[in-house]
C-alpha cells in the first residue's frame, strides 16, 4: 500500500502569510495527487486535483505542485475563512489519504 | 444541484451489523462511481470503499482494514448505495461519508459529498 505523509500536522500563521503544506508519498504517484480542505463539522472539499490544477471555482491563492514522491501546497495569502484541516490524497492505487494538516491563525 | 443523503448511522454493540444508505440526487446516478470514507472522531480521513458504474464493470475495491466484512452495493433504480458492515469493531467508529468519485483517464478525485452519518460501535 502507497503511504502518505503530511507535514506538518499542525501550523499557525498570520494573515496575509504564505502557508505551505508538503505531502511526501512512499512511492512514485506521477501527478496522482489531490487536495482537499475540511472545515470543522463539515465534509471535505476538493481543492486541487491531479497535482496542479485548481478547481473550478477555488480562490487563486490555492495551488498545488510536485510530482513523483514530493508534492506541496500553498496558500498565498492566509485568509481567516482558510482555517480547516488539509490532505492530501493518492489515487497511483487505491485511494489514500494524507494524515491532515490543522490550520490555524495565530 | 447534487445531493448525497446518508443515513442509517447509529450505535451497534462490537461483532455487530449495521447497514449504511446514501441517497442520490441531481446526476445520473448509474454513470457514477461511489465510494465511503470515514472519519474517526478527531481523527483524519480514511478511504473504505468504493463500487464502479455497472457500465465500467460494477466491481468493489476495499480498503485492507475493512475487507472481508463490508460490502458496497448499489441500486440504480433507486439511486442508492449502500455499505453492509458486519462483524464491527470499536475502531470502526467513525462518521462515515458517501462521496462521488469523478474518474476519466487522467484524473480521479472525490468530487461531491454527503454529510455523513455517525457510527458508534460500543458495548
Known amino acids: 500500500d502507497i503511504q502518505m505523509t503530511q507535514s506538518p500536522s499542525s501550523l499557525s500563521a498570520s494573515v496575509g502569510d504564505r502557508v505551505t503544506i508538503t505531502c511526501q508519498a512512499s512511492?512514485?504517484?506521477?501527478?496522482?495527487l489531490n487536495w482537499y480542505q475540511q472545515k470543522p463539522g463539515k465534509a471535505p472539499k476538493l481543492l486541487i486535483y491531479?497535482?496542479?490544477n485548481l478547481e473550478t471555482g477555488v480562490p487563486s491563492r490555492f495551488s498545488g505542485s510536485g510530482s513523483g514522491t514530493d508534492f506541496t501546497f500553498t496558500i498565498s495569502s492566509l485568509q481567516p475563512e482558510d482555517i480547516a484541516t488539509y490532505y492530501c490524497?493518492?489515487?497511483?492505487?487505491?485511494?489514500?489519504f494524507g494524515g491532515g494538516t490543522k490550520v490555524e491563525i495565530k | 444541484e447534487v445531493q448525497l443523503v446518508e443515513s442509517g448511522g447509529g450505535l451497534v454493540k462490537p461483532g455487530g451489523s449495521l447497514r449504511l444508505s446514501c441517497a442520490a440526487s441531481?446526476?445520473?446516478?448509474?454513470?457514477?462511481?461511489m465510494s465511503w470514507v470515514r472519519q474517526a472522531p478527531g481523527k483524519g480521513l480514511e478511504w473504505v470503499g468504493r463500487?464502479?458504474?455497472?457500465?465500467?464493470?460494477?466491481?468493489?475495491d476495499y480498503a485492507a482494514p475493512v475487507k472481508g466484512r463490508f460490502t458496497i452495493s448499489r441500486d440504480d433504480s433507486k439511486n442508492t448505495l449502500y455499505l453492509q458492515m458486519n462483524s464491527l469493531k470499536t475502531e470502526d467508529t467513525a462518521v462515515y461519508y458517501c462521496?462521488?468519485?469523478?474518474?476519466?483517464?487522467?484524473?480521479?478525485?472525490?468530487?461531491?459529498w454527503g454529510q455523513g452519518t455517525l457510527v458508534t460501535v460500543s458495548s
Open positions: 462521496t462521488t468519485e469523478y474518474s476519466s483517464s487522467w484524473y480521479e478525485y472525490f468530487q461531491n
Open positions: 441531481g446526476f445520473t446516478f448509474s454513470y457514477a462511481w
Open positions: 463500487i464502479k458504474s455497472k457500465t465500467d464493470g460494477g466491481t468493489t
Open positions: 512511492q512514485d504517484i506521477s501527478n496522482y
Open positions: 491531479d497535482a496542479s
Open positions: 490524497q493518492q489515487y497511483d492505487n487505491l485511494p489514500a
